[in-house]
Nanobody, 126 residues
Framework: QVQPVECGGASVQAGGNLRLSCVGS????????VAWFRQAPGKAREAVAA????????LYSDSVKGRFTISRENAKNTAYLQLTSLQPDDTGTYIC???????????????????WGWGTQVTVSS
């Protein structure tokens, strides 16, 4: 299994924007699904967005719908999460996850993903 690597986290003020990146390698990135999860201290890991292998199908949690956008560039083995209108409740470690092999459609279910990154920290101050 190959671990994806995230970057792009930062400390921002409420209302700010960030773009997170997730780079995969060692497998056919264009065939796999990618999801972003987040985990805040003392809270359960929460799925926020997912995208299918081709990039044409996406899913979002209700808490981020309309504010976050997931996308991917298969030629660069990279997926992105654009975060806009950030709020303090968005604070947490953002973790990229990928499926092991081909997947037909995105999922917000944790068990659908086998490869997990270490995460990148996003802190939003009021």
């Amino acid at each position: 299994q190959v671990q994806p690597v995230e970057c792009g986290g930062a400390s921002v003020q409420a209302g700010g924007n960030l773009r997170l990146s997730c780079v995969g390698s060692g497998y056919s990135f264009k065939s796999i699904c990618v999801a972003w999860f987040r985990q805040a201290p003392g809270k359960a890991r929460e799925a926020v967005a997912a995208i299918n292998s081709g990039g044409g199908d996406t899913l979002y949690s209700d808490s981020v719908k309309g504010r976050f956008t997931i996308s991917r560039e298969n030629a660069k083995n990279t997926a992105y999460l654009q975060l806009t209108s950030l709020q303090p409740d968005d604070t947490g470690t953002y973790i990229c996850a990928t499926t092991r092999g081909y997947c037909s459609g995105p999922s917000l279910v944790r068990d659908a993903y086998e490869n997990w990154g270490w995460g990148t920290q996003v802190t939003v101050s009021s």
